[in-house]
């Protein structure tokens, strides 16, 4: 097959920023994907059903004239989250899903939750709601070496909530372990997951071998083979619990760069021929509609978009930099070719 149309996929789990860096990187989502469940670690993070309507509206202003997109805002939850404001935004359509960040965990996460026991009241809420919830699995205990901290999350945090709260919608976000597809495999109808592309095609040796690459290192941190090849099984197996989310993170080069570098991977001006061409590796293209574009929605509840995409089989150049509004950004696929590329 050479030419693949599908219905026009999402995103469901996305960094934009503010500011200059949002409004340079919006354009790129936009392009495609029709809506996108957009992070809320912003700093300060968007803690309130008001503060998403607002970041929702600075991002609309930010889509080029003529394309239609919609972002998706979720809440991030802090131990004092108020469940009545949750529910309030839930209803009203202003958040799509809350996001649980562990404290410490990644890029912002400092105000996250402390003990999950903190927000019990918060998550039984979104469960008699129905209100989503994404979820960032890794402990951050110092003693926890970072390449277990998600599957140490799964048996601490995650398999326990799911056995207390087996009703709420949960999104175990860009999963990167064998342990944590065979987790969702076996897990009830309301546990879904989401896989990057970075995370199906570079195992920690990318990052590592030949000298230290701070544009492959994002978190959760890329594992061992093994766990690149489970993940591709997950993604390409035909599973409707598994979808796209690219978890794009921009970071401008100077900011990754350094001594103490940014953790995110910038894949969002390729996405879409990133992961084709894994399905296409793995003889699965037949299946990337659903991957990109049912499964998501189905998860959420929400309708299927309207329209098409086609990508083509035919070479593609990713640049060396991109504009990332006050400083260039290092996209995923730097100076490759992809054998792939977006039609219309
Ligand atoms: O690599 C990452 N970057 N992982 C995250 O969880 C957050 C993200 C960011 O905001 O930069
Ligand atoms: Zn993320």
């Known amino acids: 097959m050479n030419r693949l149309t599908i219905r026009r996929p999402d995103d469901w789990h996305l960094h934009f920023r503010d500011g200059a860096t949002m409004r340079a990187v919006v354009p790129y989502t936009a392009h495609q994907f029709a809506r996108a469940i957009v992070m809320p670690n912003l700093s300060p993070p ?133 342990q944590a597809a065979e987790f969702v495999d076996a897990a009830g109808p309301n546990v879904a997951a989401t896989i990057t592309p970075q995370h199906l095609h570079i195992n920690r040796n990318a990052m590592l071998v030949g000298g230290i690459r701070p544009h492959m290192y994002c ?59 894994v399905f296409d590796e793995e003889g699965a293209l037949d299946r990337f509609e659903a991957f990109a574009a049912e499964n998501g929605p189905a998860f959420y509840g929400l309708p299927l978009n309207e329209g098409t995409v086609t990508l083509e089989k035919a070479p593609v150049s990713v640049p060396a930099e991109v504009s990332g509004g006050e400083a260039v950004i290092v996209p995923f696929h730097a100076s490759e070719t992809l054998s792939w590329r977006l039609v219309s």
Do not use: W
């Open 219 to 277: 978190l959760p941190v890329a594992k061992r083979e093994e766990h690149r090849l489970a993940l591709r099984k997950a993604a390409t197996g035909g599973s409707a619990k598994y979808f796209l989310g690219t978890d794009s993170a921009p970071h401008h080069r100077h900011t990754k760069e350094t001594d103490c570098g940014c953790a995110g991977i910038f894949n969002a001006p390729y996405a879409l021929e990133s992961y084709i061409t």
């Open 46 to 178: 968007v803690t309130t059903s008001a503060l998403a309507a607002a970041y929702r509206d600075r991002i609309l202003d930010a889509v080029p004239e003529g394309v239609d997109f919609t972002p998706l805002m979720t809440a991030y939850l802090t131990d004092m989250t108020d469940p009545a404001d949750l529910a309030a935004g839930f209803a009203d359509g202003v958040l799509t899903a809350a996001k649980l960040y562990p404290a410490g965990a990644t890029t912002n996460s400092d105000h996250g939750v402390t003990d999950i026991a903190n927000i019990a009241a918060v998550l039984e809420r979104m469960a008699e709601v129905g209100m989503p919830l994404c979820v960032h699995g890794e402990v951050t205990h110092a003693d926890i070496d970072i390449f277990d901290r998600e599957a140490v999350f799964i048996d601490r945090v995650l398999a326990p909530l799911v056995d207390r709260l087996p009703e709420l919608k949960v999104i175990f976000e860009h999963i990167t372990t064998r």
